[in-house]
């Protein structure tokens, strides 16, 4: 054999060395990233898990507080603040989200979200108005979405308000479809600390912020006006076409 081909063939092997070894660093890498991503996610669970269970002991705490304890009151709502800035954390409300439709009635749920409220506030409690004539109202939805934008909203709703002060919700229609209304008498905080693009949560931004991607990928809106002393509303707005029967 001479020199050439020898030369040849240890250049192939070479190369067949080097490529082996780029093949098992790009599996290890591989593997590493795959380890990584799980770790992640897991700790965004956890945090996840954290962010709620630190909610509602503060709702409860909210509701003691509204007896006339001040330190109370601000510490009910540093713990919601640290429970909102968990979930800014581990969220992006600007994410595209996947829906899964189905024929959804409102007002059953809606009952479940007035309840799951009202337990976490406690002794502390609202004057519920709910219209009479939600109990015909069927949407084509996903479920687990409007859940989520619905307690997000009258969460918000609650921890605006005091004890026996009403929260009023109600339906309607709009020149773009239909609307479910929530309206409160509590502290109207202003408008900015209902942000739906800021980085700062200030305790109710985010869990809204979440809420409208929700709708705005249900191709509908929620929209917040807030008057200082005056009270808040909330408009849950769905396209036309997803609204089944009222």
Sequence with gaps: MGALPVFVSGLCLLMVAAWTVERRRAADSARALTAARAAHQ???RLLRLTAGDLRAPALALKSHAEQGDAALLALSRRLLDLAEWLLDQTEQPDAPRQLTDETLQVAPLLDFVVAQVS???GPGQRAWHIAGDLAGVVLRADRRAVHQVLLRVVSAAALATRD??????HAGTR?????????DEGTGLPVEQFSIKGTESRGLGVGLAL???????HG???TIESAPQVGTRAVIQFPRERLVAV
């Excluded at 026996?164 to 919700?169: E, H, Q």
């Excluded at 020149?175 to 309206?183: P, R, S």
């Design 42 to 44: 897991d700790a965004v």
């Design 119 to 121: 337990g976490q506030l």
């Design 164 to 169: 026996k002060d009403w929260i009023d919700i």
């Design 175 to 183: 020149d773009q479809g239909w609307a479910l209304v929530v309206e």
């Design 211 to 217: 809420a409208r991607s929700l709708m705005l990928a």
């Design 220 to 222: 509908g809106s929620l």
